[in-house]
């Protein structure tokens, strides 16, 4: 997949879900300016990202996490140099009984996270996708949905004018995304998300999702921009109004039959 453009024509959620619904593996790689994100997939699944310029290694984050000291991590890095056998810093670690790799790897997908929410509000840049490269061999990797990635992002975003310029015009209707080739989507939703979901039904637009709504219109466009953005809801094709003439024909029929009446009389 030869994959690459800039932001502002291409969503980067919507590269995210295209990775993902593809089951992709690789790097994706986005730059604007000086900095440079890159972003490792696994079969659809973000599995790390890191900024190659301002890279927080293992280490740094125990210590700015306040669970190693400094000193203890010179200790460590020179016990490191001196073995034959060379280990990375996580694994003495663990060997050491500092952490367990089940903190580790929480620590790193923390950190992960907070790299793609920081990639989620560029809104400039260019972007390409390496497939089936990675240029790190990482001493650890995580697997984390993409959709709930973008949710959580738009969540913690309160930038509202940007949110609805990724909404499609208030006069689409919204049905739910099918999946893709019957790949289960790994997304958690919380209970106002769902409310408005309900709402969802393939009739109602946008506008009339707000309207109907019995929450607040702000919150309930905030949470409907995550769900598009998640590829969990898409548009959908207007409904045609079907107009029903089996009435009307009795009706019809009726009335004939009262003129035919009236005029025997």
Request: proline fraction near 2%.
């Amino acid at each position: 997949m030869e994959l690459q453009g800039s932001v502002e024509k291409f969503q980067l959620s919507d590269i995210f879900q295209l990775l993902s619904a593809c089951r992709k593996s690789g790097t994706l790689g986005v730059q604007k300016g000086e900095d440079v994100i890159m972003v490792y997939f696994q079969d659809g699944n973000i599995i790390f990202a890191h900024n190659p310029y301002n890279r927080l290694r293992v280490g740094e984050l125990l210590v700015k996490k306040g669970i190693l000291s400094a000193n203890r991590l010179q200790k460590i890095m020179q016990v490191q140099k001196e073995l034959k056998d060379k280990k990375r810093i996580g694994e003495l670690l663990i060997i050491e009984g500092i952490i367990t790799r089940k903190q580790l790897e929480e620590l790193v997908k923390l950190q992960v996270e907070e790299v793609i929410y920081d990639l989620l509000k560029w809104e400039k840049g260019n972007f390409k996708v390496y497939e089936n490269r990675f240029p790190t061999q990482e001493e650890i990797t995580i697997k984390i949905s993409t959709e709930n990635l973008i949710l959580e992002s738009v969540r913690r975003s309160d930038e509202l004018e940007r949110l609805k310029k990724k909404l499609p015009s208030f006069d689409t209707v919204l049905g739910l995304a099918p999946t893709e080739d019957g790949r289960e989507k790994d997304i958690n939703l919380k209970a106002e998300e769902w409310n408005v979901l309900t709402l969802v039904d393939g009739q109602r637009d946008i506008r009339k999702i707000l309207e109907d709504t019995k929450r607040d219109k702000i919150e309930t466009l905030k949470k409907l921009a995550g769900l598009f953005l998640a590829g969990v809801v898409e548009p959908v094709k207007r409904p045609t109004l079907e107009i029903k003439t089996d009435r009307l024909e009795k009706l019809l029929e009726q009335f004939n039959r009262s003129l035919e009446k009236y005029s025997e009389e």
